[in-house]
């Protein structure tokens, strides 16, 4: 079943008075509980993709459809893991969690309940009460997590969420990451500049390319999880992929190769 | 390291008392001039026992309170309305600004012509003392919200009043207290100023109490009680708030 459509999208930017093309006719279908891992050099647009996918931007043209209806404004039907800094330093972690079921004005009880049910599963029952300056960068985005999926979203977007975390954590998350999905049966589309994290992850990578982006190509990847960093199988997508990005990518930043 | 700045203190504050003493003892300063420590001590410990001073104290902070709750619902308000709305903010906005400019104290006689010399006069002074500068900070902290806490809040289902009260204004609470801080300053010059022109009870009216009696004293002591004021409460409760607030919102290590 089709959970999540994108239709010809297409976004531009003013940039000192002259307009840029971000996205060029973006196309995409997003099957229920896929996996969909968005990879494209810095800057090329993606993240304005998943923010348009998120209602907090809109399209010039081209439309949303999730179930078959289109969306226009932000809803908690598509929370967002941002990329940092987005959870709130004047609450509680427990009360980050719960904040957006408070917004939908749900009882104090439940909303314990199911931000109890959401920690545990983070991990992170014993700092319920800790403040986010308390908290390392990969212990945020836990709770950044947890926050999105405590609304139990139609779909979860995710913004490179581990950009910022050292590699050890990061591959500790995106083990745990993939066990959540095979866990919750959620439809994730996750954004990252990062190749290895989309080998990892997606079931479909979406390769965007340069401005004025559109997608270039799309992977299927089929193994095994939760598939590991070291996993030298995973290779031969990486260079898959790889090829596919190389123009786009040298162009950008070196440093997205390592 | 805390508590050796405490005795530094300590030490400080000891060795004024006693300079004030010598210079006493020794008439540098005519006694008419300068009373001494014990002097003033033995009035304000008169005034404690009857009364009077913890009930001018009252007083004045109870029309401080007032006019600060007032001036931060307004300021909040008009600073939350000149950062959405750029009209709002290139007239009214700008208008704060001069509006601000002014000293508490030249608000008084603006005071007593419109309210005479009542509550209702100091609270105005204390108002128009406060609101503008609290306006002008709420707009700077709204300003400056990094745009990702808004996202998240409106990602999650926030939007209008509940956007503004849940995540809007504790974004901006660090720019918040500092407005309050100021505010609060202001008004505290203005409330003195206004008690000692109305001659209505409080302390200011204490202070000018002391100067129609010429008794030094009087003078010296409550101008004494106003600066403890003042350092409470700046230096506690302002200072742990900001702390506490900078440490928490991660701007502080």
Known sequence: MTKLQAKNIIKHFDHNGNSVVALDGVNLKV?????????????????????????????????????????????????????????????????????????????????????????????????????????????????????????????????????????????LLLVELQLIWERTKKTIIFVTHNISESVILGNKVEIFKNRPSKIKKEILIDYRRPRLAEDVNLQKYYHEILQELKSEVMARSRDDLK | MKTKIFYKQILFYAGIIVAWQVIFVTHVIPSQDLPSPLQVGQLLFKETANGSLLYAIGTSMWRLVVGLIIAIVGGLILGIFMAKIDVVNQTIGSLMLGLQSIPSVAWVPLALLWFGPTDAGTIFVVVAGALFAISINTHSGIKNIPPTYIAAGRNMGASGLQLITNVMIPAALPYLISGFKQGWAYAWRGVIAAEIIFSIAGLGFLLNFGKHTNDISQVTGILIIIMIIGILVDGFVFKKLEAKILVRWGLLK
Request: aromatic content about 8%; some cysteine.
């Open chain 1, 31 to 171: 099957e229920e509980g896929d996996f969909i891992c968005i990879v494209g050099p810095s800057g090329c647009g993606k993240s304005t993709f998943l923010n348009i996918i998120a209602g907090l931007e809109k399209p010039d043209s081209g439309e949303i459809l999730l179930n078959d209806k289109p969306i226009s404004d932000p809803g908690p039907d598509r929370t967002m893991v941002f990329q940092e800094g987005a959870l709130f330093p004047w609450l509680k972690v427990i009360d980050n969690v719960e904040f957006g079921l408070k917004m939908a004005g749900i009882p104090k009880d439940e909303r314990r309940e199911i931000s109890q049910r959401y920690l545990d599963m983070m991990q992170l029952t014993k700092f319920a009460d800790s403040y986010t300056y308390q908290l390392s960068t990969g212990m945020k985005q836990r709770v950044a997590i947890a926050r999105a999926l405590a609304m139990d979203p139609e779909i979860l977007l995710m913004d490179e969420p581990f950009a910022a975390l050292d590699s050890q954590t990061r591959d």
